[in-house]
């Protein structure tokens, strides 16, 4: 069965694009409060990069791998992370990989590297599985079938996940306090305040973070907790010959700088948790949300990730190899949906980029949104074709045409982690459940953050009949 006639082809509904003149300063204002992604015209889908300047100064919007090599990878050191981005999430992120700069992000980075190589990633899949396999039997699915939230779901599940790989499940029955907590973040604190936008100062106040206070409170309070127990756990273990849990929490504790520095604060292994739950838990519940939405929408793809699901196993070590249809699926939902949709750079010197020179203090922006969906980079850019990640086809994507996780010197850090958590979640799920679409009403991408859906995704999920 070919998945890609006409007749089959699915084109997800995206947010209507602009027409015509830029932003004036209280449309763009209002849009970057409400929904950054609805800024962009259509001309950034069709056009390579555009260079503009704004009363917040000179702005270039590349969307070219070249332009993007450049900038991410080539000539990394002279693109930092810009202020809107640390005043947004600053307050939870300020000390952790996510927001750093300079020597203080090149000592972080030595320091986190090894514990996340595939080799160590790859001792995390049994525990991934089973907290998979225990989530999918507690829904208790029927023939009649259950109408799930998806996001929320998802949240719990990838939260579930975490919560066993980093904190040997130290954190009990807290994962619907953290979802809230994350969901009351991500609607007011993490929005781009007007106030930030304009470069305010701290002082003033921002009605977003004041919103938002009880859930970062939250967060910090019951990470620093874990952090302090853990941190005097080991020190005990020091004296008694008792290990710590052998998980990721006490590995980052334990992590030493390779040029013989000193490990990270426990202020840094906190912020670094938080970026992992915001950074890693988030986006990847957001990808298998995503994806479920789309399998939902397309039965033939369902069907090859059903069979791919019953043959899986964990304890293979090429288990990954015989899913290729599950990872493509999934990797063409985040070009689709990318979790992170905007990256911003401010340029520390003059330089040229794709012919267009620009000044220091430039704001550089590279969006997955808009490069993964770009005319001139994707045939049928809008359109659900996962074969174009299948193993024959990948090598011809440019690797600086699709960069859900980035790309260069500040790529995520998690990528694998992420990736194999999402494709060893969706192969539990379709083992054992068929997921249908309750409604033709589309649902809405909004950027917060990640890209999340505008109104809660709910999907029928029944019990599989095989045989």
């Not at 100064?57 to 900038?71: A, D, K, M, N, Q």
Request: net charge neutral; with cysteine.
């Amino acid at each position: 069965m070919d998945a890609t006639t006409a007749d089959t082809i699915f084109r997800p509904a995206i947010p209507p694009r602009r027409a015509g003149k830029p932003l004036s300063l209280l449309p763009f204002l209002w849009i970057s409060w409400r929904d950054p992604i609805q800024m962009w015209s259509e001309r950034h889908f069709t056009e390579p990069q555009l260079h503009g300047n704004s009363a917040f100064g000179e702005i270039l919007v590349v969307s070219h791998p070249e332009g993007v090599r450049h900038v991410l990878t080539e000539n990394a050191a002279n693109y930092e992370k810009g202020d809107l981005q640390r005043r947004v999430l600053g307050p939870m992120l300020a000390e952790g990989l996510l927001l750093t700069e300079g020597e203080v992000w090149r000592r972080a980075r030595r320091i986190l590297a090894p514990l996340f190589t595939p080799a160590k990633m790859a001792t995390l899949n049994a525990r991934m599985a089973e907290v998979c396999h225990a989530r999918v039997a507690a829904w208790s699915l029927s023939a009649r079938g259950r109408v799930l939230d998806i996001d929320s779901e998802m949240s719990g599940l990838t939260f579930d996940i975490l919560s066993a790989t980093m904190f040997s499940d130290e954190l009990g029955g807290e994962a619907r306090g953290f979802e809230r907590a994350l969901n009351q973040f991500l609607a007011n604190g993490a929005r781009i305040d007007p106030l930030d936008v304009l470069g305010a100062p701290d002082w003033a106040p921002r009605l977003g973070r004041l919103a938002s206070f009880r859930s970062a409170r939250f967060f910090e309070q019951r990470v620093t907790a874990l952090v302090e127990a853990r941190r005097a756990r080991i020190e005990r273990g020091v004296e008694t010959g008792d290990a710590p849990p052998a998980d990721l929490l006490s590995a980052l504790l334990l992590a030493r700088d390779e040029n013989g520095g000193p490990g990270l604060t426990d202020e840094e292994v906190a912020a670094n948790i938080l970026t992992f739950i915001l950074a890693g838990h988030e986006t990847t519940a957001r990808a298998l949300g995503w994806t479920l939405h789309l399998l939902s929408r397309q039965p033939e793809y369902l069907a090859r990730l059903q069979a791919e699901a019953d043959t899986f196993e964990v304890s293979d070590p090429k288990w990954a190899e015989a899913l290729p249809w599950t990872r493509a699926v999934l990797e063409e939902t985040m070009r689709l949906f990318p979790p992170a949709p905007t990256m911003a750079r401010k340029a520390l010197a003059d330089d040229e980029i794709g012919g267009q020179t620009i000044k220091a203090g430039a704001t550089v922006i590279i969006s997955p949104w808009i490069l993964q969906r770009h005319q001139l980079l994707w045939d049928d850019p809008d359109a659900f074709k996962p074969e174009r990640f299948l193993p024959e086809n990948r090598k011809a994507i440019d690797r600086y045409a699709y960069i859900p996780f980035s790309a260069g010197p500040r790529v995520c850090i998690g990528a694998a982690f992420a990736l194999q958590e999402a494709m060893i979640a969706l192969a539990a799920i379709l083992r054992v459940a068929d997921v249908e679409a309750l409604t033709t009403v589309e649902p809405r991408p909004v950027h917060q953050i990640t890209l999340r859906s505008r109104e809660p995704m709910r999907l029928r999920l029944r019990a599989r009949r095989k045989g």
